[in-house]
């Protein structure tokens, strides 16, 4: 028995809650996962996982064996990682998470070059404007947009600052003006981000100070893409970050409203799961994410 192998396997089946999940993760079938936990325990003596139908939990020497089985692993792989970084070498599959906005517009477009540059690592971009489960979702990288990240055992580390100011299309304002000020922004068509917590507010920093000022957005959306392409159609102002912001406002069809006026700039975290750690792939994906964040 590969003790190695059947300790990944057995945190791999923990931490996913499930042999099946566990299984499809490593490749392999979840028979195989079962007979191998089923000689661990024959080996031990002792039963490490409790099942039923409807569920799974550890025992006490199951949760031992867990969480000195991931100081071992971390170790191993720690020493792998030093290695391959000394060699210069990055392989494996690396799994990131963003928000489909932020995936599109900032890592889609670095990705080609970023694969030439690693042909022997395997990447899978998965993008969703919701915040999941790390651990659950398998991910090594998760790249987030918040103005803090609350304490967790997850490890965020911050890697760049993103402005939101306010925008619409010229067309918008032939037709119905711009505001002048903040409080005229009631008075006009708001487009809202669904997933913002900004969403019937919008604290607004500027020359005078800080406004506040209480908005009901006719339209609400759950995607910043989708709210800037109808920004762009002249169907209201409404909030962008400078990611999504930066082509519209350069070829002319999105102009700044209230220019000298900015909602609060939130953070760009690059959050790992404590237990990884930052090895190479992760490294490397997170040096080509900087320079494109850097222009």
Sequence with gaps: MDKLSVMQAFRRIVERGSFARAAEDLGVSPALLSREVKLLEES???????R???AMSLTDAGRLYYEEAQ?????????????????????????VNASSSFGQTVIAPFL???LDRYPDLSLTLSMDDRVVDMV???????IRIRS?????????????TVRQRIFAAPGYIDRNGAPATPTDVPNHRIIGFLLADHLSSWVLHGPHGTETVEIDPKVRVGNSLVLRDLLIAGHGIGTLPDFVSAAPEASGALVQIL???ELPAPEI????????GMDARVTVFLKHLRAALAG
């Design 44 to 50: 031990l003596g002792s039963t490490l996982l409790t």
């Design 136 to 142: 659950e979702g398998g991910f090594d990288v998760s």
């Design 52 to 54: 039923t139908t409807r």
């Design 259 to 261: 220019p000298d006026w």
């Design 148 to 160: 803090a990240m609350p304490d967790s055992a997850l490890v965020a580390r911050k890697i760049g």
């Design 112 to 114: 080609p070059a970023f």
């Design 71 to 95: 100081g071992i692993l971390d170790a191993v792989a720690g020493i792998e990682n030093r290695i391959r970084e000394g060699a210069g070498a990055v392989r494996g599959h690396l799994k």
């Design 269 to 276: 975290f690059a959050v790992t799961a404590s237990r990884l």
